[in-house]
């Protein structure tokens, strides 16, 4: 596999994020690519939310609640020696993941997963399926 510049993991802080952190920390130990960036998406609260709530205070809670969810992360990376570069975004998940796969070159795109199918993947909705369907790179999921 080419070395490639850089890969984006989704985190949300649960322990598939983990695992999937862990994993893309050996994908840069085997030298498959030079940088790691860790991604959370916050949903948008647009709508009535901002018709009461000042969009500072919205961009506020947005950081705050992003660097919760990526703390995990950034505390796996960091006892394992290796700089990543945090990322909050907003919106869905697919569109945002994009559009950082596109700002930072990313070649590979990392997500944990529950896995869940058949019935109950489509009554939960899928960040994974999201992503799939959005970016244009490759995609490892870790279950």
């Known amino acids: 596999m080419a070395k490639m510049k850089a890969i984006l993991v989704a985190v949300d802080g649960s322990e598939y ?4 952190v862990r994993h893309a920390l050996d994908l840069l130990a085997a030298g ?6 860790f991604l959370n998406v916050q949903p948008n609260l647009g ?15 947005h950081r705050e609640e992003g660097t919760k969810a990526v703390a995990s992360a950034v505390e796996i990376a ?13 919106g869905r998940h697919g569109e945002v993941a994009n559009n950082f796969v596109q700002k930072l070159g990313a070649g590979l795109v990392v997500i944990g997963t529950r896995g869940h199918t058949g019935f109950a993947g489509v009554l939960l909705g899928s960040v994974a399926q999201d992503v799939i ?6 995609i490892t999921l870790v279950k």
């Open 17 to 20: 994020s983990d695992r999937a």
């Open 32 to 37: 498959i690519a030079t940088e790691l960036h």
């Open 47 to 61: 709508g009535a939310v901002a018709t009461f709530i000042a969009k500072e205070q919205i961009d506020a809670y």
């Open 78 to 90: 960091k006892k394992a020696s290796v700089p990543a570069e945090v990322h909050i975004g907003v």
């Open 133 to 138: 369907a959005h970016v244009n790179v490759p």
